[in-house]
């Protein structure tokens, strides 16, 4: 652009609104200056031209959100507009969550559930997780991305009996993909522990593959076995794995499910707060009493309501509930839950005042766990994060905007090791979301879940604006991120 040579200038200004900038301290009022992908100043830029100004009055400018889990290995290729992502005010997703991943997976063979929750043997066609990285890489999608390798589907391309621990050489094989992974660019090794193709998985098997991910400077992320009755016996042996393997450990969407463990969560906060004075671990929360994933009966049973949101068998059974479905076909649950088969549920099973509890823990990230190739899906798809902002900081005052902020951004960026996101610093990465903190909320819902948020005016990646006015700009200038251990 023209000017006068002594004025400084950048590409983008935005002008006029209130900071928050992701490290929990106060809100400001400053102006901030992007050039190229970076932003260049943030303070009173009164003086600064601009090839391009943006006027935040009464809203918030904060840092980009990053999603801290989501099934969204396949969504940014499919759906690269990320609509139900960027909406929301996200500018990354970590995938490869729960033992779920894309790749490496041998070509021309059905993943078994819970991996179908990304597709059939059409979308794993990604032999080598290098294969993988390359697509994302040649197809950018309009917000950044970090994926991880899932130790189910390395199991499941190397195993052709999933209801035993891995043997000597199965292990041998399944360490050499977690190399190639990591060397490829995966930022660390997910588990899955809970689903039936990685039970029989031993705490050894894991620890050998997890040992792996740390020598390439990964974590490990993890669905523990058991999030129910056994939730300490899972959060000792998730601890164990850290330890033994060396690597910092996130639990995944950390709850206390069914009506007999409702309260634990005091207990399960206080065992993660000890266990974190002598070694690395997190955990992820989705604001929301419901879980979803896949269709399994002995879920079914612990609880209170379920309702389907896909069924390859009956697909006009997606959004109904499954005591209506048995009702209607007259017959027991259990039957109806065999005809509908492959499917995925939404699973009522958890207690506010434990979700509460765990989204106030200091260092609570917040992820969706949103399934975004369910036909219907759970709200937290497309509303978690506008429901930590609205719901649960303005309305019901659980922690103050800015902390909500945090939560969203830079302890994300810290355990996964995102270099320049997730705080808004001159020369970080220029990222941001600009919202109004009266009016943002999640207008997604069980009954219609894909529905955009109100209140998210406008949504950076990288310096590129995806979001604006309602929608997707068509920009695709989003990257894959490496870890910075």
């Known amino acids: 652009m023209s000017g006068r040579a002594d004025v400084p200038a950048c590409d983008l200004l935005v002008v006029g609104g209130t900071v928050i900038d992701g490290t929990g301290a106060a809100r400001h009022r400053a102006d901030v200056a992007i050039s190229g992908d970076r932003i260049a100043a943030i303070g009173d830029l009164s003086a600064m031209q601009a090839a391009e100004r943006i006027q935040a009055d009464g809203l918030v400018v904060a840092p980009g959100f990053i999603d801290a889990h989501t099934h969204d290995d396949r969504a940014v290729l499919s759906g690269p507009d ?12 970590i995938a490869g969550n ?12 059905d993943p078994p559930p819970p991996l179908n929750l990304l597709g059939g043997r059409e979308q794993f066609r990604f032999r080598r997780f290098a294969d993988y990285m390359a697509a994302l890489a040649a197809a950018p999608a309009a917000l950044n991305i970090a994926p991880q390798v899932g130790h189910t589907t390395l199991r499941a391309a190397v195993m052709d009996d999933l209801s035993r621990p891995a ?8 360490a050499g993909l977690v190399d190639e992974a990591m060397a490829a660019g995966a930022i660390g090794l997910s588990t899955g522990l ?8 031993t705490t050894d098997e894991v620890v050998r593959l997890a ?40 639990i995944s969407h950390h709850k206390c499910t069914g009506r007999p463990n409702w309260g634990r969560s005091v207990a399960t906060l206080a ?15 989705y604001p929301y009493t419901a879980s979803s994933t896949v269709l399994l009966k002995e879920r079914v049973g612990d609880a209170e309501r379920v309702m389907v949101t896909w069924s390859r068998a009956e697909p006009d059974m997606a959004g109904k509930d499954l005591a ?19 499917a995925g549920a939404i699973y009522w099973q958890m207690h506010e005042d434990d979700l509460r509890r765990i989204l106030a823990w200091p260092d609570a990230m917040i992820g969706s766990d949103g399934l975004p190739h369910d036909e219907a899906p759970h709200p937290r798809l497309w509303g978690t994060f506008p429901r930590v902002l609205g719901h649960y900081s303005r309305d019901v005052g659980l922690f103050p905007l800015e902390q909500a902020v945090r939560k969203m951004t830079s302890i994300a960026a810290r355990v996964f090791g995102l270099a320049g996101r997730g705080t808004l610093a001159t020369g970080n990465f220029a990222d941001l979301v600009l919202f109004d903190p009266a009016t943002v909320k999640d207008e997604a819902s069980f009954e219609t879940p894909k529905r955009a948020a109100r209140g998210i005016h406008q949504v950076l990646v990288n310096g590129r604006t995806v979001w604006r006015n309602g929608a997707w700009t068509g920009n695709r200038p989003g990257r894959v991120l490496a870890r910075t251990a």
Do not use: N
């Open 167 to 174: 043997g000597p050489a199965e292990l041998d094989a399944m």
């Open 194 to 201: 809970f689903y039936p193709p990685a039970r029989a998985a």
């Open 211 to 250: 040992t792996r991910a740390a020598a390439g400077g990964g974590l490990h992320t993890t669905h523990m076995r058991d999030e129910g009755a056994g939730v300490f016996d899972s959060l000792r042996e998730s601890a164990e794995i850290g330890r033994r393997a060396h690597l910092p450990v996130v």
């Open 271 to 285: 065992a993660i707060s000890a266990a974190r004075r002598d070694q690395v671990l997190d955990f992820d929360v």
């Open 98 to 109: 729960c033992g779920i991943s894309l790749a490496p997976f041998p070509e021309g063979r």
């Open 324 to 342: 209506d479905i048995a009702r209607l076909w007259d017959c027991p649950v259990d039957a109806a839950v065999d005809r509908l088969q492959p």
């Open 82 to 93: 990320m609509t139900p992502k960027i909406s929301q005010g996200v500018t990354t997703v």
